[in-house]
Each structure stands twice: as C-alpha cells, then as structure tokens.
T-cell receptor, first 113, second 114 residues
C-alpha cells in the first residue's frame, strides 16, 4: 500500500541553524501539506501546496519557513534559522484532491538545542 | 472537557465494550470531517470521514455521527480492542478553503483495559 515517507526520523540542530525536512508524498497525489505537533499538543496546520505554489498557510508559517517541490517526488520544508520553540514533530501529508482525505507520514522529530 | 497542553481528556474502556469519543467543532461552515487515530510516535492515521450532507457513516467497527445543529461529532468504536488504544483527533475542513486547511481538535486518549 502506498504511503507518505519522511526523512530524517529525528533531526537535532543548534538554534539559528537551517534545517530541511524531506517528504515523499504518495505518487498520484496532487496536494501536499505540512503540519506540526508540539509535544503533547494538537496537530497544527502550517501550509498547503498545489501546482507548485503555496495554496494556504497559517500564521505559524512565517518568513523563516519555506516549502519546495524540487523534483517530481520530494516535498521539503525549510526552516532558515531555527528557534527553540520550533522543536516539534513535523508531519507531511498528501491528498489526491483538495477536499479529499489527507494521508500522513510518520513525522520528523525536530529538536532545537 | 477542554484539554490544555499535556492534559488530554482520557476515556478508559474495558476490552470488548463499545467506545464513544466526542468532539465539538467550531466552524458552522465546515463541510467535511475526519477522525484520525494517532499511536505513540506515529503520524495521524485516517479512520473515517463524513460530509455535512450526512448524519451517520459506518465503517468496519467504527461509526461517525454528525450533529450539525450543535456542531458535534462522535466516533463510536464497537468491541474495543487493545490495538485501539491511541489518541483520537477529529478534524474539520471549512467550506471556504476547499479542504486545504484542516483544523484539528485537541484529541482524546483512549485506553483499553484488559
């Protein structure tokens, strides 16, 4: 069964460093998403992406964040200068259509020291 | 009740009993709802969905009920099993953004007792 994959599973970085989180969505899906989940809290929407551009973003997704689909399979989230409060699980998701079920990857745990 | 930070509402049920998990949603314009299950250390996993033109939808051992009048969603799990132990989230999608932005509820932790 096709699934969303994410790498790395755990990323540790120093405050102020740049990180890139990688996702491979399900191959026939057209919509891509990033969410984050701070430990013990609910899942929060960051950004959605369709047709090589951002469709919608939340207030969390400020200028420090960017997304890219560098090739036909990868979907990345970049944080330019990490802060302590960026420590969280970051989930990628994809869906066939915009109003369809989103399938989530296993997440990347980001720890900012 | 409301959950803040680490203090998720918890539902404990005996193995074999039925479970009912509730969720209140906020946007009366939401037209699509999903229940997700999240096991420890894993991403949310789709369980069942329902659109606003329906009141009830059944899957395998699960049923979702939607009450638009009071903006309430529930997930019923029949014959609860140990593997059902997880945190369950409801998510709503507002009609204005065509499914591109799902808002998740705070979650309920289901514990299945032997």
């Amino acid at each position: 069964e096709p699934e969303v994959t994410q790498t790395p599973s755990h990323q540790v970085t120093q405050m102020g460093q740049e990180v890139i989180l990688r996702c491979v969505p399900i191959s026939n899906h057209l919509y891509f998403y990033w969410y984050r989940q701070i430990l013990g809290q609910k899942v929060e929407f960051l950004v959605s992406f369709y047709n090589n551009e951002i469709s919608e973003k939340s207030e969390i997704f400020d200028d420090q964040f960017s997304v890219e689909r560098p090739d036909g399979s990868n979907f990345t989230l970049k944080i330019r200068s990490t802060k302590l409060e960026d420590s969280a699980m970051y989930f990628c998701a994809s869906s066939v259509a915009g109003s369809d079920t989103q399938y989530f990857g296993p997440g990347t745990r980001l720890t900012v020291l | 009740g409301e959950s803040v930070g680490l203090h998720l509402p918890t539902l404990s049920v005996q193995e074999g009993d039925n479970s009912i998990i509730n969720c209140a949603y906020s946007n009366s314009a939401s037209d699509y709802f999903i229940w997700y299950k999240q096991e420890s250390g894993k991403g949310p996993q789709f369980i069942i969905d329902i659109r606003s033109n329906m009141d009830k939808r059944q899957g395998q051992r699960v049923t979702v009920l939607l009450n638009k009048t009071v903006k309430h969603l529930s997930l019923q799990i029949a014959a609860t099993q140990p593997g059902d132990s997880a945190v369950y989230f409801c998510a709503e999608n507002g009609v204005d953004n065509y499914g591109q932005n799902f808002v998740f509820g705070p979650g309920t932790r289901l514990s299945v007792l032997p």
